[in-house]
T-cell receptor, first 113, second 116 residues
Framework: DAKTTQPPSMDCAEGRAANLPCNHS???????VYWYRQIHSQGPQYIIH???NNETNEMASLIITEDRKSSTLILPHATLRDTAVYYC??????????????FGSGTQLTVLP | EAGVTQFPSHSVIEKGQTVTLRCDPI?????LYWYRRVMGKEIKFLLH????????ESGMPNNRFLAERTGGTYSTLKVQPAELEDSGVYFC??????????????FGQGTRLTVV
């Protein structure tokens, strides 16, 4: 699976959009970009994933550059409960199967009141 | 719908003792995974069950760790004998086997293991 690079920490004001970047310059054509987060003392939680098109769900939006070498996770209106470590993970996705997740060090997002 | 449940939530044992962690996946999920985060390190994959079979156990650190999933329902992870470096948080996750809509993993709250 391709390696990812994320900033170690970011701050965001409550109510503002949080934009978390991720570089994955060695991504291959069949690899997806996944985002998980881990709120303190909880297990990791799936947020969103995408291949090349931008994606949006009830939690966040995912913007993937045209060359797919980087992406941005957007939390449109961050709340204090969004304070967590956010992990950008690149891996193959096989329907009907599931490979292990490779967590890096992630980005510690702190939402400030 | 009940999520992934792990028991116990915390365990403190002495070096050399045995500890067994349990994971109850979401009902109907055939994929079951164990991960762990040891102090100061990243979350690392341990192994993957498909039903009762071990699909991938490449992340198991050594033979002191034994995972089972008899009957393809709940799973146990036994550490025997426990060492100080085994301290950390052990996560279990599950996902459905054949679900085109969502094959993402759902994680439990984890078991915090402290070996003293």
């Amino acid at each position: 699976d391709a390696k990812t690079t994320q900033p170690p920490s970011m701050d965001c004001a409550e109510g503002r959009a949080a934009n978390l970047p991720c570089n994955h310059s060695t991504i291959s054509g069949n690899e997806y970009v996944y985002w998980y987060r881990q709120i303190h003392s909880q297990g990791p939680q799936y947020i969103i994933h995408g291949l090349k098109n931008n994606e949006t769900n009830e939690m966040a939006s995912l913007i993937i550059t045209e060359d797919r070498k980087s992406s941005t996770l957007i939390l449109p209106h961050a709340t204090l409960r969004d304070t967590a470590v956010y992990y950008c993970i690149v891996r193959f996705r096989l329907v009907g199967s599931a490979r292990q997740l490779t967590f890096g060090s992630g980005t510690q997002l702190t939402v400030l009141p | 719908e009940a999520g992934v449940t792990q028991f116990p939530s915390h365990s403190v044992i002495e070096k050399g003792q045995t500890v067994t962690l349990r994971c109850d996946p979401i009902s109907g999920h055939d994929n079951l995974y164990w991960y762990r985060r040891v102090m100061g390190k990243e979350i690392k994959f341990l192994l993957h069950f498909v039903k009762e079979s071990k699909q991938d156990e490449s992340g198991m650190p050594n033979n002191r760790f034994l995972a089972e999933r008899t009957g393809g329902t709940y799973s146990t992870l036994k550490v025997q004998p426990a060492e100080l470096e085994d301290s950390g948080v052990y996560f279990c996750a599950s996902s459905p086997l054949r679900d085109r809509k969502n094959t993402e993993a759902f994680f439990g709250q984890g078991t915090r293991l402290t070996v003293v």
